[in-house]
């Protein structure tokens, strides 16, 4: 799979894998360690939202520990969206898009997440990095939830074990195909040609304030670059933007 001889665990029901991943980072263990649920209780997505987590899809945190001095570790979610948006293109042969910075849609309907996270232990100099994956694999027992469902896909409608098994060897061996090469950004072409947002409305937040925008570009560290109704230009770190994605 890689250089990297990586812990792998598996459980049934947890409330977070990226919370189980951070209470392990701070008792300072060896990386990477990936753990894996069926099922989450309290599964977290970004914006403090939380990410419901029923059983058919696939729950997975990989943590993560660079050894290299000023590691630049917001690349890792737009290379992991990268990582997730090839393993369901390579598995199920259907074409995905990525939604800057973090979410992975078929048809215009999101079916996969990242949450990245990181613990920062005192006196050291590089972060653990947490990264959280939710996949909607197969269709969750008796359909998505009514808050979800018009906006949610899954990759297949039936539950099938070897194909759950095969997608988390697969999403493994992108990630660190990926990771292992992250200083030379290989995933970073892929990332701007599958982007649904160039070219589109966005709605900018800063604070209290939103105004509209439209996505032009994104930057060799992933920044999108917004032009405003001024015709002013703006580079935007994740967390700032909505995006009006059209519905077919
Ligand atoms: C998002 O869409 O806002 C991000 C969702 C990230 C969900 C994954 S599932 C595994 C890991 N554990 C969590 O609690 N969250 C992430």
């Given amino acids: 799979m890689s250089t990297y001889n990586i812990e792998i665990i598996r459980l049934p029901v947890i409330d977070s894998?990226?919370?189980?991943?951070?209470?392990?980072?701070?008792?300072?263990?060896?990386?990477?360690?990936?753990?894996?649920?069926?099922?989450?209780?309290?599964?977290?997505?970004?914006?403090?939202?939380?990410?419901?987590?029923?059983?058919?899809?696939?729950?997975l945190s990989i943590l993560i520990k660079s050894q290299e001095k000023g590691f630049n570790s917001t690349l890792i979610t737009p290379m992991t969206a990268v990582a997730v948006s090839d393993t369901i293109e390579q598995i199920a042969n259907i074409n995905t898009g990525i939604k800057w910075v973090n979410d992975i849609y078929i048809d215009n309907k999101k079916v996969a997440g990242i949450l990245c996270e990181s613990v920062i232990l005192p006196e050291d100099e590089n972060p653990h990095i947490i990264v959280g994956i939710g996949v909607n694999l197969f269709k969750p027992c008796g359909g998505f939830e009514k808050e979800i469902e018009d906006i949610a896909i899954s990759v297949y409608d039936n539950p099938d074990e070897a194909i759950k098994e095969e997608f988390i060897n697969l999403l493994l061996k992108n990630f660190f195909k990926y990771y292992e090469n992250i200083g030379s950004k290989t995933f970073l072409e892929k990332y701007k040609l599958k982007n649904l947002v160039l070219g589109e409305k966005v709605t900018v937040i800063q604070g209290e304030n939103r105004f509209p925008a439209k996505a032009i570009d994104i930057d060799d560290n992933c920044r999108l670059l917004v032009e405003l109704s001024d015709k002013s230009h703006k580079w935007l770190n994740s967390g700032e933007v909505i995006f009006e994605i059209k519905q077919p």
């Fill in 17 to 59: 894998t990226n919370n189980f991943l951070k209470s392990l980072a701070k008792d300072g263990v060896n990386t990477p360690v990936v753990v894996i649920a069926d099922e989450q209780t309290g599964g977290r997505g970004t914006k403090n939202r939380s990410f419901i987590s029923k059983k058919g899809g696939i729950y």
